[in-house]
């Protein structure tokens, strides 16, 4: 049973308590965990290992109930007994769409890179607020 001042962590628990003494381990992390198997000793698999399983399975049905319901015609669509679908118009304009929008906001963050540098005529460009710091300090050394 765990102490009443321990935290859960993803990779393992930290023991908050001052009743227990601090040990050193020279193991590896791969080493004190049975990697193996893919399971912590305490808490099971990792939650990033089950995300990112269950994220490509979801995204591999994804894709083949996209490519059936875009390429298969009709008449066998309706001879299984599907006939409530969307429109084949989607199939074309989403990707589109998708495409269209990532392209824009690359421009637009390019963009907006270029609208907050300034221009290399600028002073700025030269002198920032660090050097003109500098300068004010050597003025009053009597440098400059």
Do not use: C
């Amino acid at each position: 049973m765990e102490s009443p001042h321990s935290v859960n962590s993803p990779r393992r628990t930290l023991s908050l308590s001052r009743q227990r003494r601090a040990t050193v381990s020279f193991l590896d992390s791969d080493e004190k965990n049975n990697s193996a198997s893919g399971l912590s000793a305490d808490h099971g698999p990792k939650p990033s290992e089950v995300y990112g399983f269950v994220g490509s399975i979801t995204t591999v049905v994804a894709t083949v109930i996209f490519l059936v319901w875009a390429y298969v015609p009709e008449s066998w669509l309706h001879s299984i007994g599907i006939s409530y679908y969307p429109s084949r118009y989607w199939a074309l304009a989403v990707p589109t769409y998708v495409m269209v929008t990532i392209v824009l906001m690359l421009a637009f963050y390019i963009g907006l890179n270029f609208m907050s540098t300034p221009s290399p005529a600028s002073i700025n460009t030269v002198y920032g607020e660090f050097i003109v710091e500098f300068f004010s300090n050597m003025n009053s050394v009597g440098i400059l």
